[in-house]
């Protein structure tokens, strides 16, 4: 069984960092590209970010681009997301997913950024 | 960037009914080289993650209900979804895998009488 556990969120001030984490199983992680995805409250998604199964390529969004780094630790079967910077505007649910049209999400970890 | 426009933004039907929602993309998600559209359909019911439901506009994921039916091409996308039941209560989405950015839908809610 595919899952997918994020952890590391909470509640930090503007201008603070935070790293996310985002543990697999039950699939050959290293062989899969993976993707970060966000709801702020009441919203819609947004995609931002993705790495490739070898870490050969990352792609942002706008929104986030020189702020978030994606990276992985395939001998951990683990993805995160270090984020810098952050802004009010960043408050969200924040969403790992499996691959190349997201076959498989987390659970989600929240993150809130207010001072 | 692809722009996705998705309708309606909420809808409300009795169960036994059947309800359409549409997505439109700025851009056409129709690959030349393997003739497979890359956009995709998911569900998220309240207080859950997203599921994934249709996958290359019209292949059902493993486990999903035959009720769930994913159709178009190009630029044009539909999901139907025959007979609602109870359990389908939900927001939906549509997701365009095409290229970077990748770009999601505006949500559409689902509500049952």
């Known amino acids: 069984e595919v899952q997918l556990v994020e952890s590391g969120g909470g509640l930090v001030k503007p201008g603070s960092s935070l790293k996310l984490s985002c543990v697999a199983s039950?699939?050959?992680?290293?062989?899969?590209?993976m993707h970060w995805i966000r709801q702020a409250p009441k919203k819609g998604l947004e995609w931002i970010a993705l790495i490739y199964y070898d870490s050969s390529n990352k792609y942002y969004a706008d929104s986030v681009k020189g702020r978030f780094t994606i990276s992985r630790d395939n001998s951990k079967n683990t993805l995160y997301l270090e984020m810098n910077s952050l802004r009010s505007e960043d408050t969200a649910m924040y969403y790992c997913?499996?691959?190349?049209?997201?076959?498989?999400w987390g659970q989600g970890v929240m993150v809130t950024v207010s001072s | 960037d692809i722009v996705m426009t998705q309708s309606p933004f909420s809808l409300a039907v009795s169960e036994g009914e059947m309800v359409t929602i549409n997505c439109k993309s700025s851009q056409s998600l129709l690959s030349s080289g393997n003739q497979k559209n890359y956009l995709a359909w998911y569900q998220q019911k309240p207080g859950q993650s997203p599921k994934l439901l249709i996958y290359?506009?019209?292949t059902r994921q493993s486990g999903v209900p035959d009720r769930f039916i994913g159709s178009g091409s190009g630029t044009d996308f539909t999901l139907t979804i025959s007979d609602v039941q109870a359990e389908d209560l939900a927001d939906y989405y549509c997701l365009q895998h095409y290229s970077s950015p990748f770009t999601f839908g505006s949500g559409t809610k689902l509500e049952i009488k």
């Open positions: 039950g699939f050959t992680f290293s062989s899969y590209g």
């Open positions: 290359y506009a019209s």
């Open positions: 997913a499996k691959s190349g049209y997201f076959d498989y």
